[in-house]
């Protein structure tokens, strides 16, 4: 199979997986909050858990990692999910449960990033993803 093939492949692969699990998460989770019932969200976290391990998964399987697209967009919804959580905490009139499945979603999601991080790159590889030393070897301070 070439590289073209392989690419193609997981980039199927990828789109079943998060039009499946994904979207179902997301209408389970939602489904919950409208219902107030935070066992029904804490559901649709599951799926959108289960979704992000088959990634992994796919990820292993082409021996590959995500790509830059798939982190963008995967920060990109989680800061614009969150500032939307905030709004409506702020501003709009969230029940406890409302507060819950919120917090259990981007709790769940951000240890789930962070223990992605940790097992792909160890501690100090995962730290030096995000921390750039200056080439000229000064420190800001």
Request: hydrophobic content about 55%.
């Amino acid at each position: 199979m070439s590289q073209t093939d392989a690419r193609i492949e997981r980039s199927v692969l990828i789109f079943a997986i998060w039009a499946v699990l994904g979207l179902f998460g997301l209408c389970v989770f939602l489904e919950g909050m409208k219902t107030d019932w935070w066992a029904l969200s804490s559901a649709g976290v599951l799926a959108i858990v289960l979704a992000f391990v088959a990634h992994i998964v796919v990820n292993g399987l082409f021996d590959t990692g995500f790509t830059q697209g798939e982190a963008a967009l995967g920060i990109g919804a989680y800061g614009v999910l969150g500032l939307i959580f905030v709004i409506s905490a702020t501003g709009g009139d969230m029940t406890m449960a409302d507060y819950y499945s919120g917090l259990t979603l981007f709790g769940v999601l951000a240890a789930g990033f962070l223990a992605y991080l940790f097992t792909r790159h160890g501690l100090r590889g995962a730290f030096s993803r995000f921390h750039m030393k200056p080439t000229d070897g000064s420190e800001a301070h």
